[in-house]
């Protein structure tokens, strides 16, 4: 693959990544679920959401409770030999609506291993890793908002019910 084609595939990649954030900040599940491949997994700590139908499951129940922005940047992947596949990563910032105004429900960055399927790109695996404090990494920031617990609670839930164990 020549460094034209290379720039190529990275910008379908960024369309890919853009469509993720526009779909599920615009509640559409279904939408969401296709950035992924059939057997796509979406990881979050140890639990993992495997295939479109638990993904959409999963955007629904986020959609019933909780309004988000996703702020995504820095975008870093590399096209593997072949051109079928690639691996990258890309940093994240997420809000919620509450009654008290937005608030940072997670920040850090997705890791991702994305496969070309019939000429799209879409994503195989999406591990989300979360900001941790710099002299406790044992310490999500994420978790340190009392309001942004009670408000993603119903959603934390859902993603227990529906999720595996990795």
């Known amino acids: 693959m020549d460094e034209t084609q290379i720039w190529l595939e990275k910008l379908k990649i960024q369309e890919l990544l853009s469509h993720y954030v526009q779909t599920l900040d615009g509640r559409d599940p279904e939408g969401w679920a296709k950035t992924f491949t059939v057997d796509g997994v979406f990881q979050m700590g140890d639990v993992s959401v495997v295939g479109r ?29 072949g051109g079928g596949s690639a691996q990258g990563q890309i940093t994240m910032v997420a809000t919620i609506a509450t009654p008290k105004g937005y608030r940072i429900f997670a920040a850090g960055r997705y890791v991702d291993r994305l496969k070309k399927i019939d000429g799209e790109w879409l994503l195989a695996r999406r591990q989300v890793i979360h900001e941790t404090l710099p002299n406790d990494p044992s310490v999500s920031v994420d978790s340190a908002d009392p309001i942004v617990l009670e408000t993603m609670r119903p959603v934390f839930d859902a993603v227990s019910r529906i999720g595996e164990t990795v």
Do not use: D, M, Q
């Open 53 to 81: 139908t638990k993904l959409a499951a999963i955007a629904k129940a986020l959609n019933e409770h909780v309004g988000t922005r996703h702020v995504t940047t820095s975008p870093c992947y590399e096209i593997n030999e």
